[in-house]
């Protein structure tokens, strides 16, 4: 049992890694709100690509905090004019898929809403699948727990549960876009991977790394991916967000390309020494568990045209 000192240290490195999780974060939303960048400009498919990334922004800011998404905020991310973001915004609006509050921020609209209920219908099994799981690992470690998927050369958090422990690590949500390598799912995922294809994703992805994670070494997360490779699991020191440690194995389903992982994060010293066998342990349990409920689903692999 934590003594008084003790709490309060766990409490204060808590602190800590919220302040360093929300600068991961805002990486995050960039990677959400620059997604298209790469399109051909002026192209309709650019217009409609752009006001969906929006609403995607919006969601995720919004899911925050009761306030909203400033209409500054959306624009500083963005990269866009306000006048742009705005004309954005209020078409949105018109179908109902933004809502303006009365303190002036923006905020997921009723259709939206619609259209997240219509989803659950036809929700990816891997995400459905993974549920119980990501329940049972947030209740026996009592920390927090990340169901991570690949998109492309990009990872996102498609879940997450926390555990009843007194830490809270808030360095990935929902919703968070990263390039594959960010965070211990994402590593966990190229470890799977070729030497050639983790090579192909990196360069992809050079001049974002490059841009909003240049603290980061590729070569030290090719050592990253390498142990991997031989232990069978990742284990992340706070490389990314310093004192947000974690451990990731990832998802083998039958016939289908590398696309997920499972990881848990907490302080440090909650991820080391005895207590990582563990909770690799834990994690390799229910990976099984999640591989077989699949094993009678139709594979779906989304990255089936990627390096």
């Known amino acids: 049992m934590h003594n008084g000192a003790d709490s309060n240290e766990d409490l204060r490195e808590e602190y800590r890694i919220k302040m360093r999780g929300r600068l991961l974060r805002r990486s995050a939303s960039f990677n959400v709100a620059h997604a298209v960048d790469s399109l051909e400009p002026g192209t309709g498919a650019q217009s409609i690509q752009r006001a969906l990334t929006l609403l995607n922004l919006v969601g995720l800011i919004a899911g925050e905090r009761r306030e909203g998404a400033s209409l500054s905020e959306l624009a500083s991310i963005s990269g866009r004019p306000k006048a742009s973001v705005h004309r954005m915004l209020q078409a949105l609006i018109a179908m109902g898929y933004v809502e303006r509050l009365e303190e002036g921020g923006y905020r997921l609209g009723v259709q939206s809403q619609i259209l997240g209920q219509l989803a659950q219908k036809s929700v990816d099994p891997l995400v459905t699948e993974s549920e119980s799981s990501l329940l049972r690992l947030a209740e026996l470690s009592q920390d927090t727990v990340f169901l991570t998927l690949r998109t492309g050369s ?10 009843f422990g007194e830490i809270f690590n808030n360095a990935l ?9 960010i965070g211990a799912g994402s590593l966990a995922i190229l470890s799977e991977l070729s030497p050639a294809e983790v090579d192909a994703q ?3 992805n050079a001049e ?37 440690w974690a451990v990731a194995v990832p998802l083998r389903i039958r016939g289908s390309r590398p696309q997920a ?8 010293d909650r991820v080391t020494g005895s207590r990582v066998e563990r909770l690799v342990a834990l ?3 229910e ?11 139709p594979v ?3 990255n089936s045209g990627d390096l």
């Open 261 to 268: 992982a499972l990881s848990i994060a907490s302080i440090a």
């Open 202 to 204: 990196f360069e992809a």
């Open 208 to 244: 974002i790394l490059a841009e909003r994670y240049p603290k980061v070494s590729v070569p030290h997360l090719r050592d990253i991916i390498d142990q991997a490779r031989i232990d069978g699991f990742v284990h992340n020191p706070g490389l990314f967000a310093k004192g947000s």
């Open 173 to 181: 949500s929902v919703g968070d876009r990263h390039p594959l390598g």
């Open 283 to 285: 994690l390799r349990r």
């Open 287 to 297: 990976a099984k568990a999640i591989a077989e409920a699949l094993s009678s689903h």
């Open 300 to 302: 779906h692999d989304p």
């Open 154 to 163: 990009y990872s996102i958090c498609a879940r997450r549960e926390e555990g």
